[in-house]
Each structure stands twice: as C-alpha cells, then as structure tokens.
C-alpha cells in the first residue's frame, strides 16, 4: 500500500507478515468460532449459518430490576462527579408498545458545561449491560438508536437488555454532517475540547453513576458503539480513557481528523470546479464510470459485482479518455480525466506528498454526487465536503478563528498541514496505536469499515492496525483486535454491498466469553420498516425506539467476511446467494499496510486542556 516516495521513520519497523495458518500455530491467532469446520484444503473454511437468541450472546447476566422510580432520579445529586457534573432535567417512564419493544426510564439531562444527554434506563428487563452510541459529523443533537451501527439483529440491543446512551458531544448544532454552524460552537475553546475527547468520557462517568443510582449498581460490562466520527469517539475512548468501557465497536472512524477535515475532505470539495466555478465533471458521468472500474476490477469470486480487494484494481480513468478529446456521456475528456485522477490519489502537496492516507477507493464512484461532485445545477457551496472543509479550516482547526479564510488550492501544502496539526491534533486525532493499556484491561475491539467509503477512505483504518502491530507487536494485537472490511459498502452503510450485519453480537460474545470472532454473515436487503442497518443513528440524526410492529427487510443475498486480510470466494457449488457456499481463503501476498504520508502514527502527542480561572484554557501534553 506504500505510496509515493520512499520514505524511512526511526519510529517505524518493518514487520513481515506470515500466513494466517502459520500465524495460528505460532501466535495462537484464532479466526474462526466453534461452528465453523475446515475443509481438507489449507486455509479453506465453510459457513454454517445459524440464528442467534438473545439468551446465546455473551453471559448469562440476570435480569436486574431498578432499586428506585424513574421518577426519583430527578430528586438524586450527581453534581459532584469528577469532572463530570451533571444535572438530570427530566426522568419519564416511556411504556411498551407498537412504538417501543419495551419499557423503559427515559432520563435527560446535561454534564457541565452543556454535554446534554439521553440515557434509556429499561424497567423490566436490563442485563446489566450499558452501551453508549457515539455520533457522525460535528455531532451537535442527540439520537440514540434502537439499533446502532453493525448490530442488526443484535437481540441483547433490541429487547431492552442494554441500557442505552448518547450526548452531543457539548454542543448544540442543527447541521449535523455539516460545518455549518461550526463558526457558533467552535469559537469556544472549552466546547472544542469536549467535541475533540472530554464529552465521551464525562458523559460516560454520569451515565454509570445514574445507572448505580437506578439499579444498585454500575453496568457489570459497558461498551461503545460508534461510526463516522462516532468511530473516532470509541478510538479516542480506549485510548484515553482505556478504564472506560468493557470492548469497542469501531466503525469507518474519522480518527486522524485534522488531516481528514482539513485536507482530504477540504481539497476534494475544490477538484471538479474550473476558476469561474463552473463544473468539470458532471454528476451524469458516475455511472458510466462506476461500471467501468467493476468491469475491469470486480471479483468473480464473490458473483455479486463487487470489488473485494480495492488496493489492487488497476483501473486507469485514462481508458475512457473521449477519442479527439469530443465530448459525450460515453467517455471522458482530459480535463474530466484529471478529475478522476485526483479523486483516486487523494489529497497531495505540490512536490507529491500525501496528505491524507489515500484517496477515492474504486467502486465508490456513483457515492460522488452530492459529496464532491456537485448534483446538476449546484456548484462548489452544494457538496458536503465543502461544508466540513471550510468550517474545519476556519473554525474548527483554529484556537483562533479565522472567518475570511477561502478554500483553495494554495492551502494543500506540507507546511499548512503541520501547522493545523500542531494546532489542534493533539485535541481531536485518535491515532495513537499503542493501545496497551486497554489490552492489559482486557479490552476487546472489533474495527469495520465499508471498502467503498467515500466519506473516510478506508486504507486509513489498514495504515492504523499496522502502526498498532508495529507498536505493540502482532502477538498482542491479535489477542484483542479484529478488522472487518465489507465489499461494495460505502459510509457506515449504503452502497452496492451487503450492509446488514451484527459485529455487535461477536464483540460482546469475544468479550463475557471468550469466544473469538470469526466470520460475520452481511446480507443486501430491500424493503423493511423501523430502524436497521449498519448505520443506525451514527450520522448525526435522528431518535429511533425499537418499534414492535417493524417490518423485517427482504434479504437479496448473504456472504460471510472473515477478520482481514482473508477474502472469500465461491465454493464451486449450490446456491450463489447463499453464504453458506462461500469459503475462506488467504491471499498468497498480502498486502504492504504501511503508507508514506506527510504524517504518522505514532503516540505522545494527545493534549489535555483546562481552566483555571474559568475562561482563559491552557493545554498539556502530561495527563492531569
């Protein structure tokens, strides 16, 4: 995966991987669960499908009941948590019915200054279970979900077992996925620094405390769910704060954020836009392109259309370059050519660097529109990442805000990268790979990403396990993290791909038991009701309840995916939208995960900040 020059870090050592069989010989790695059998072949394996009850995923934990009324929370004093006041502004029993699977305490309230919150406290039938979800974007509301990301069909979620959590990040925004409203909250550095790492950790401690109160007792297993910037909340958890919670569900995370925001995101918005602002590269040409990079890069293994190892298409834009340069909707012009270039290289400084860790993935195409290629008619202000760039470059990544900056090509250089990192990522990056202390807590973690994630490119989450087996060792890694990677499935759900899974099951299964994860069935659906899908409530919006009358979706087809680096492939015989037909197998050469960049992943560079007098905020590398 390497790219660009060739570059040499003292902080970096070269690890050569093995093959998995041998690996699982030597290191103990175990990738496959109990009802999985292996065929006579070498790293060959067959899926048995079963279905899984509420009672079969993890411990056996007793139904607890509240020691108190929902009510009486409002009476009880949670001002002097640790760093973590909090004041409970109401508490109401929601009842069971067509509307919610079960009863439950709904309590609202804010951890100081204005973290505000929501936590479902179920009445008759907790398990002493809390999840927290985390949430997409620049957060700013609060919506938690009856079924957070990668957990579908997650039974301990949906029948009221867990208790179930989300803040908004310390401030308020209507925006969402947006940087529109970043020149209100953004301004004020306390509230930067609750969205960059505070607000998951505070809101954690009263959400524990209240659950004690409620129960009798704080939740015996907690974990975190989060996608988007939701996946870099749970990074910056574990790596913080590695007491926090039980095990982590990490998906698509937006984890090195300054240079995402600022860089990647920012100079994508810029690449399809000539200097008068007119559109290079219509949104009506996706199509035709989409199908010709899975004509030419699409796995007949997987008899589905996609592309289950993007790192290695070879598609050149260049292939549907128009003849003499004529225009039409079958072909592209030079000047369109560049654009797709651009997309696929992703962020560069002018001698070459790279300032991100890789680009457009292939076969993300068709998820352009809208995101950095504009819809007919709109221009440069429409798309998405126009939004997040700018408000990041003026508002989010500055101690100083700096309201008249433009976004344009001049800001995409070495020097103006560094400089918004020594600014701000020290408060906002989870990168930091050595993950140790969350391991020796016996910490578990299960890391997804969709293969064609437009929004977080997802060769940043391979680059991020490796820095971690460079840091802590391939041994130790195995022993507590896995990494999913789902063909044809694009930001935290959507996209051409089976999107519907449950990670959540093995994690907390891997976690109360032992059992190590091994390959998850992801189906494509169609149709269906209520909430569902990897996504759930991690982009920014929205309440959903568990409702008793949704209807199930059709299911279209299912395949396994197995903890990367193995791919799948069809076994010869039976039904082909069946993922029982479908084996295991290990590349004969895997993948180089390292990636020459203009930054790195290393540790030491977290910042904790506060104040002293109540408004001027000083920072520290030292933890206090």
């Avoid at 699977?101 to 406290?121: H, S």
């Avoid at 259309?305 to 072909?331: E, H, R, V, Y």
């Avoid at 993290?481 to 044809?488: A, T």
Wanted: one cysteine or more; aromatic letters at 10%.
């Amino acid at each position: 995966m390497s790219s660009g020059h060739a570059r040499s870090s003292k902080r970096t050592r070269i690890v050569i991987l093995v093959a998995v069989v041998a690996a699982a010989l030597v290191t103990g790695l175990a990738l496959l669960p109990d009802t999985f059998s292996a065929d006579a072949g070498a790293n060959v394996t067959k899926v048995s499908i079963g279905h899984t009850a509420a009672g079969d995923v993890g411990k056996n934990l007793p139904v607890t009941k509240p020691r108190i009324s929902c009510a009486d929370l409002l009476q009880k004093d949670f001002g002097g948590l640790d760093d973590a006041a909090t004041s409970v502004a109401s508490a109401s029993v929601v009842a069971k019915g067509d509307a919610n699977a079960y009863e439950y305490c709904d309590v609202k309230g804010t951890v100081a200054p204005q973290i505000q919150f929501e936590l479902r406290l179920p009445t008759q039938t907790y398990r002493q279970r809390y999840l927290q979800e985390g949430c997409g974007g620049y957060c700013g509301m609060v919506g938690v979900s009856a079924q957070p990301a990668a957990s579908t069909g997650c039974a301990p979620v949906t029948d009221g077992s867990f208790a179930l959590g989300q803040d908004n990040q310390g401030h308020v925004s209507t925006s969402g996925m947006g940087g529109g409203s970043a020149e209100v909250w953004a301004t004020d550095p306390q509230l930067k620094v609750d969205f960059g790492y505070r607000s998951e950790h505070a809101f954690a401690t009263a959400a524990k405390a209240i659950t004690k109160t409620f129960y009798g007792a704080e939740p015996t297993y907690s974990y975190y769910d989060g996608c988007s910037d939701g996946g870099r909340e749970t990074l910056m958890e574990v790596q913080r704060y590695p007491g926090d919670f039980s095990a982590a569900l990490v998906g698509a995370p937006a984890f090195n954020q300054t240079a995402l925001n600022a860089m990647q995101e920012a100079y994508l918005s810029t690449i399809d836009f000539r200097a008068d602002g007119s559109t290079i590269l219509p949104a009506s040409k996706l199509g035709m392109l989409h199908k010709a990079v899975l004509a030419k890069c699409a796995d007949l293994k997987l008899n589905n259309d996609l592309i289950q190892d993007p790192a290695t298409c070879a598609f050149d834009p260049a292939s549907l370059k128009c003849g003499d340069n004529k225009d039409s909707s079958s072909c592209l012009t030079s000047e369109q050519v560049d654009v797709v270039r651009k997309a696929y290289a992703g962020v560069t400084a002018p001698d070459g660097t790279h300032l991100y860790t890789g680009g457009q993935p292939y076969g993300s195409e068709t998820a352009w529109e809208g995101l950095f290629i504009p819809k007919a008619g709109q221009g440069q202000s429409s798309v998405q990442l126009y939004g997040i760039g700018l408000g990041f470059l003026r508002w989010v990544g500055k101690w100083e805000a700096d309201p008249t900056l433009k976004l344009d090509a001049s800001l995409f250089t070495v020097d103006t990268f560094k400089a918004y990192q020594r600014e701000v990522s020290g408060i906002y990056d989870a990168t930091d790979p050595d993950l140790t202390k969350f391991h020796e807590a016996g910490g578990r973690i299960v890391q997804w990403h969709g293969l064609t994630d437009p929004n977080i490119p997802p060769t940043g989450t391979r680059v991020y396990r490796q820095a971690m087996i460079d840091s802590m060792g391939q041994d130790k890694v195995d022993d507590f993290y896995r990494l999913y990677l789902f063909p044809g499935v694009n930001h935290c759900g959507g996209g051409d791909g089976p999107d519907s899974f449950d990670l959540l099951s093995k994690l907390i299964d891997w976690r109360e038991t032992g059992k190590v994860p091994g390959a998850v069935i992801a189906s494509k659906t169609s149709g269906g009701t209520g909430p569902g899908g990897p996504a759930g409530g991690q982009l920014g919006g929205g309440d959903t309840k568990a409702s008793a009358s949704s209807s199930a979706p059709t299911v279209e087809y299912t395949r396994p995916v197995y903890p990367y680096p193995q791919l799948v492939a069809y076994d010869g015989s039976g039904d082909k939208k069946d993922a029982a037909n479908y084996r295991a197998y290990t590349p004969d050469k895997l993948s180089d995960d390292h990636y020459n960049w203009a930054g790195s992943f290393t540790s030491g560079y977290q910042e904790w900040c506060g104040t002293k007098d109540g408004k001027s905020m000083s920072c520290t590398r030292h933890k206090p």
